[in-house]
């Protein structure tokens, strides 16, 4: 695992400098909208971690219940830098999943794999 991260990371920042070469010096109209896509996917993700926190919590707090765990899984990434990231990073993450959890109760992140875990005591 530990040359796996390093390896898609250049893999990812090769592929940034191919495209960005491809919209820089060809003008290609497919590669202006691939970035395009690319930016608004990310920042869609990031934008609906917060109602799938927001959904467990409410499934544990209506139901009792664990939601289930596949809805976590893509946000199992994000949960990690909510608790343990830097806190330039984890403060803002974390404000935005506990934005609609009641006051004293607990938030609900998914911080293991297929899992989701009771992080902090809102």
């Known amino acids: 695992m530990s040359m796996v991260l390093p390896a898609l990371a250049s893999v990812f920042a090769a592929l940034c400098v191919w495209l960005g ?11 202006k909208w691939t970035a395009v896509v690319g930016v608004v996917g990310a920042v869609l993700y990031v934008a609906s971690f917060g109602p799938a926190c927001w959904y467990a ?3 544990v707090e209506s139901t009792g219940r664990a939601p289930p765990p596949w ?3 893509p946000y199992y990434p994000l949960g990690v830098l909510a608790v343990s990231g830097p806190t330039f990073i984890a403060k803002p993450l974390g404000s935005y999943a506990a934005a609609r959890v009641n006051k004293g109760t607990h938030l609900y992140l998914p911080l293991r794999w297929r899992k ?3 992080s902090i005591r809102r």
């Not at 070469?21 to 109209?29: Q, T």
């Open 21 to 31: 070469v491809r919209i820089a010096n060809r003008r290609e109209r497919w590669a």
């Open 57 to 59: 919590w409410y499934c």
């Open 71 to 73: 809805i976590g899984l």
């Open 116 to 118: 989701w875990d009771i």
